[in-house]
């Protein structure tokens, strides 16, 4: 009895656009899950609180009390994006210690964070609608590019290290290529997702076997 119940609920809240697992004990990560639901369907440009607030289900001056306006709850769904991108990294940098392999590896996770995520993807990047001075997006967006940065200049990783005072041109580079072809593909220009991977992945290894020495 309790299950069919539970399954009617989850239905209705689909009916309704509101993420699977949302319920009231948990409304920060609620009101995270419907904002990236309405980004997926009308990006930033057409994102809106009060749109994020009625699909969690709860009053449009709910969200104010968690990320204070639009722009609070945005710098929330790109942490997260970055949290999520940082794990796909770190994932693909444990496979191996062959420094051109991990440089490679974190290329093609890259790329398959974006082309996953491409609601996240886009809000991690626009910082006029978003805090960069938010400590936990500083805090993740750093690791994500210390982990590309540890791999380029071939040493591990090490969460607590500063990075440097100035960006390893190498990592840069890298980043721009791939960050390039990710955007390319989630514009269509390689084709659906599954051959844009096909197409990218071919290119990616030597082309960055070029950049870093």
């Known amino acids: 009895m309790n299950e069919d119940l539970d399954t009617v609920k ?30 997926r369907e009308r990006g930033v440009d057409g994102f809106s609180l009060r749109e994020a607030a009625r699909r969690a289900g709860v009053s449009p001056a709910a969200p104010q009390h968690h990320f204070g306006d639009a722009r609070g709850l945005l710098t929330a ?11 796909a990294l770190a994932d693909a940098d444990a496979e191996t210690v062959d420094r051109t ?15 996953g995520h491409p609601a996240e993807f886009d809000t991690m990047w626009r910082c006029a609608r978003i805090d ?18 540890a791999a380029v200049a071939g040493r591990p990783y090490e969460p607590q290290s500063p990075l440097p005072g100035e960006a390893d041109p190498r ?7 791939v960050h390039g072809l990710a955007r390319l593909a989630l514009d269509g220009v390689f084709g659906p997702p599954d051959v844009a991977e096909a197409a990218i992945d071919g290119m990616l290894g030597p082309v960055m076997d070029c950049l870093v020495v």
């Open 101 to 115: 392999e991990r440089i490679r590896g974190q290329g093609r996770a890259y790329l398959r964070f974006a082309l």
């Open 132 to 149: 960069t001075a938010e400590p936990s997006y500083k805090e993740s967006s750093r690791r994500a590019f210390g982990l590309l940065e």
């Open 10 to 39: 989850k239905q209705d809240r689909r009916r309704h656009g509101k993420p699977d697992g949302y319920h009231h004990g948990d409304l920060r990560a609620a009101l995270i899950a419907a904002a990236t639901l309405c980004l």
């Open 77 to 87: 769904v790109a942490t997260q994006g970055f949290r999520k991108l940082g794990n």
């Open 171 to 177: 990592a840069v580079a890298c980043w721009s290529l």
